[in-house]
């Protein structure tokens, strides 16, 4: 996590919104203690730490379990593209990134026997961890998941008309008086669109945080499978729209901006087919590839097929 939040607030006097953007806020700084693996003393970091040398069981709080069992689900959705057991190949990508030069191929092996969410075992808030060194690693959907537990606690304060930008993930609730959604400007394409309320939009690539070495640039994105940052990988990006028919195993273990942020990563780690594959039972989702030379939008319904947008796409404007 370690991310900028901006919540916007419509149609409430400022004491009110004030109050609940404030409540907002807290419960997103209490997820960053509880999820982020950038804090040495988050409970994620104190999981790592009680399982590091032997497997074991251990109690988690009840924030931990219920964003666990969510990542798990998504695991499975994206057969294993995105993977919250990462902990030590992400490790490593960092110590490289620090140095500019990629790991060995023995450190590589060592961090792939410590990584895998097949090591993982919850049952209510016990989790087993069956391999050591295995690691919990909420990088690529602990924003997403802050984002819809911010907009829950939005909500309870009677402020349901809201937009929540947590470093780039959006999730929406209510749309403004007048309005049938919120008008956002996407990747940097800058595609505009109308976000449908209780939506979520979530970006991947490697624009930022990326390693270049040995002539070859790599993204901070893992391929589970190889242990290595993805090479060329364009800026990926996913909205998430709920409606009625989409209440299978997803629904109550994730919300719009979890899915959203974890399919960001599967697809971006991800080739054409399997991404296609990914999209086909997924008819709330719509993704935007942008390679530098155009946009391509797939969902769905489009199939395989493409349209290269212009850069406001006047389908999706208002």
């Given at each position: 996590?370690?991310?900028?939040?901006r919540?916007?607030?419509?149609?409430?006097?400022?004491?009110?919104?004030?109050?609940?953007?404030?409540?907002?806020f807290?419960?997103?700084?209490?997820?960053?203690?509880?999820?982020?693996?950038?804090?040495?003393?988050?409970?994620?970091?104190?999981?790592?730490?009680?399982?590091?040398?032997?497997?074991?069981?251990?109690?988690?709080?009840?924030?931990?379990?219920?964003?666990?069992?969510?990542?798990?689900?998504?695991?499975?959705?994206?057969?294993g593209?995105?993977?919250?057991?990462?902990g030590a190949?992400?490790t490593?990508?960092?110590?490289?990134?620090?140095?500019?030069?990629?790991?060995?191929?023995?450190?590589?092996?060592?961090?792939?026997?410590?990584?895998?969410?097949?090591?993982?075992?919850?049952?209510?808030?016990?989790?087993m961890?069956?391999?050591?060194?295995?690691?919990?690693?909420?990088?690529?959907?602990?924003k997403?998941?802050?984002?819809?537990?911010?907009?829950?606690?939005?909500?309870?304060?009677?402020?349901?008309?809201?937009?929540?930008?947590?470093?780039g993930?959006?999730?929406?609730?209510?749309?403004?008086?007048?309005?049938?959604?919120?008008?956002?400007?996407?990747?940097?394409?800058?595609?505009?669109?109308?976000?449908?309320?209780?939506?979520?939009?979530?970006?991947?690539?490697?624009?930022?945080?990326?390693?270049?070495?040995?002539?070859?640039?790599?993204?901070?994105?893992?391929?589970?499978?190889?242990?290595?940052?993805?090479?060329?990988?364009?800026?990926?990006?996913?909205?998430?729209?709920?409606?009625?028919?989409?209440?299978?195993?997803?629904?109550?273990?994730?919300?719009?901006?979890?899915?959203?942020?974890?399919?960001?990563?599967?697809?971006?780690?991800?080739?054409?087919?399997?991404?296609?594959?990914?999209?086909?039972?997924?008819?709330?989702?719509t993704?935007?590839?942008?390679?530098?030379?155009?946009?391509?939008?797939?969902?769905?319904?489009?199939?395989?097929?493409?349209?290269?947008?212009?850069?406001?796409?006047?389908a999706?404007?208002?």
């Amino acid at each position: 996590m370690g991310s900028r939040a901006r919540i916007v607030i419509a149609g409430v006097d400022h004491a009110t919104a004030r109050a609940a953007a404030r409540a907002a806020f807290d419960r997103i700084a209490c997820l960053e203690r509880t999820l982020s693996d950038w804090m040495i003393d988050s409970e994620v970091a104190r999981v790592a730490q009680a399982v590091a040398d032997e497997p074991g069981a251990i109690e988690v709080s009840e924030d931990l379990a219920r964003a666990l069992s969510c990542a798990l689900v998504m695991w499975q959705v994206t057969d294993g593209r995105f993977d919250p057991a990462l902990g030590a190949l992400t490790t490593l990508w960092r110590r490289a990134k620090r140095e500019g030069s990629l790991p060995s191929e023995a450190e590589i092996a060592l961090a792939r026997r410590a990584t895998g969410a097949d090591a993982l075992r919850l049952e209510g808030r016990t989790l087993m961890i069956n391999r050591p060194g295995v690691s919990l690693d909420f990088g690529a959907i602990g924003k997403g998941w802050a984002a819809d537990e911010a907009l829950m606690v939005l909500r309870a304060h009677g402020c349901g008309a809201a937009l929540i930008d947590f470093g780039g993930d959006l999730v929406s609730g209510d749309a403004p008086l007048g309005e049938s959604g919120w008008r956002v400007r996407i990747g940097t394409a800058g595609d505009v669109i109308r976000l449908p309320p209780g939506s979520a939009v979530a970006t991947s690539g490697d624009a930022e945080r990326s390693l270049d070495a040995d002539g070859t640039r790599r993204s901070h994105l893992i391929a589970p499978d190889v242990g290595l940052g993805v090479i060329g990988i364009p800026e990926i990006t996913v909205m998430v729209v709920p409606h009625d028919g989409t209440a299978d195993h997803l629904s109550g273990a994730c919300g719009p901006g979890a899915i959203a942020d974890a399919l960001a990563t599967a697809l971006g780690t991800s080739d054409q087919a399997a991404r296609e594959r990914l999209l086909r039972h997924r008819p709330e989702v719509t993704v935007w590839i942008n390679d530098g030379l155009g946009t391509t939008r797939l969902s769905p319904s489009l199939g395989a097929a493409v349209d290269r947008a212009p850069r406001s796409d006047p389908a999706l404007a208002p």
